[in-house]
């Protein structure tokens, strides 16, 4: 089987409403955020207007996927790191390798900033997610984030 004609590549603003229906379908899952498709609008669009990476998933000229990797600076370590969120790909096409695509294409990203390495957060209920980053090389860290509300 052929795969569909894809192109990652960099978002544009053309891109925010279908990257915030597609951050819909990824929030369903995190009980700390409520989709709001103004409220992740505004965020997609301070990502687009930072120094962050945010690429989209084409298939077929139509965005499917998206992920974002932005940088943080780690004293441990002397260096800045990527933080790779924001990784969905349209529900009709989980399990068809797109995520491996999407997700070896912000590694390049991160190895082109030369980070050391990239963290990524996953919904504790998320198991196809965890089986996922696993195969793709991922582990767990001895970390666990904590969130206060301001």
């Given amino acids: 089987m052929t795969r569909p004609t894809h192109l990652i590549r960099p978002a544009q603003d053309e891109d925010l409403p279908v990257m ?3 951050l819909a ?3 369903k899952s995190d009980p700390e955020i409520t989709p709001d498709l103004e409220v992740q609008t505004r965020g997609l669009k301070a990502i687009l207007s930072s120094q962050a990476v945010l690429l989209v998933l084409e298939l077929e000229q139509k965005v499917v ?3 974002s990797l932005q940088s943080s ?3 441990g370590l002397g260096c800045e790191y990527g933080l ?3 990784f969905v790909i349209h529900s009709e096409l989980t399990g068809q390798g797109w995520g491996e695509v999407l997700l070896e294409a912000v590694l390049k990203a991160a190895e082109q900033q030369n980070f050391p390495h990239v963290t990524l957060m996953i919904e504790p209920s998320n198991a ?3 089986r996922f980053v696993g195969r793709q ?3 767990a860290s001895t970390q666990v984030p904590m969130v206060y509300e301001l």
């Fill in 65 to 67: 996927g998206m992920v």
């Fill in 73 to 75: 600076i780690s004293t």
């Fill in 25 to 27: 379908q990824l929030l």
């Fill in 20 to 22: 915030a229906a597609l």
């Fill in 137 to 139: 090389g991922f582990c």
């Fill in 128 to 130: 196809n997610a965890f």
């Fill in 84 to 86: 790779v969120n924001d």
